[in-house]
């Protein structure tokens, strides 16, 4: 237990206090290759913006970021199954991702991008 010292009109009283949140690791790299299929349903965060979802046996990776165009819009790209994309590569293609979204001078939204591609071929 913490206890949080205050002053209330004319002297000191120690009040109880409840633990401090513990903070959320958002550093990359948290996801285990090995415990990778054998995960419950719902979303499971690798941080760097990645993330894994998992419904039954499906299990997708997703790149979720928010708009540069729009920063009201949060959106999710969906970068392939598991089977098919492995956690490097998975990783490698959220961080190239995500540093396009970040970068001030040209902030480029990847699923626009990838639409414009298809529509110029």
């Known amino acids: 237990m913490v206890y949080k010292l205050a002053y209330i009109f004319d002297g000191p009283v120690m009040s109880e206090q409840s633990e401090p949140k513990k903070k959320r690791n958002h550093l990359p790299n948290k996801l285990e290759s090995t415990r990778l299929k054998t995960l419950s349903n719902g979303?499971?965060?690798d941080?760097?913006?990645l993330y894994l979802f998992v419904r039954?046996?499906?299990r997708s990776w997703v790149f979720r970021y928010t708009?540069?165009?729009d920063?009201?819009?949060r959106r999710n790209m969906g970068l392939g199954s598991l089977q098919a994309v492995?956690?490097?590569q998975?990783?490698?293609?959220?961080?190239?991702?995500?540093?396009l979204v970040k970068d001030?001078?040209?902030?480029?939204?990847p699923i626009q991008r990838a639409e414009d591609e298809k529509t110029a071929r």
């Open 43 to 45: 979303w499971h965060a």
């Open 47 to 49: 941080g760097g913006n």
């Open 56 to 58: 039954d046996s499906a």
């Open 67 to 69: 708009s540069p165009s």
């Open 71 to 73: 920063k009201a819009i």
């Open 86 to 88: 492995g956690l490097a």
């Open 90 to 99: 998975a990783r490698e293609l959220a961080r190239e991702y995500l540093a």
């Open 104 to 109: 001030p001078q040209n902030p480029v939204d």
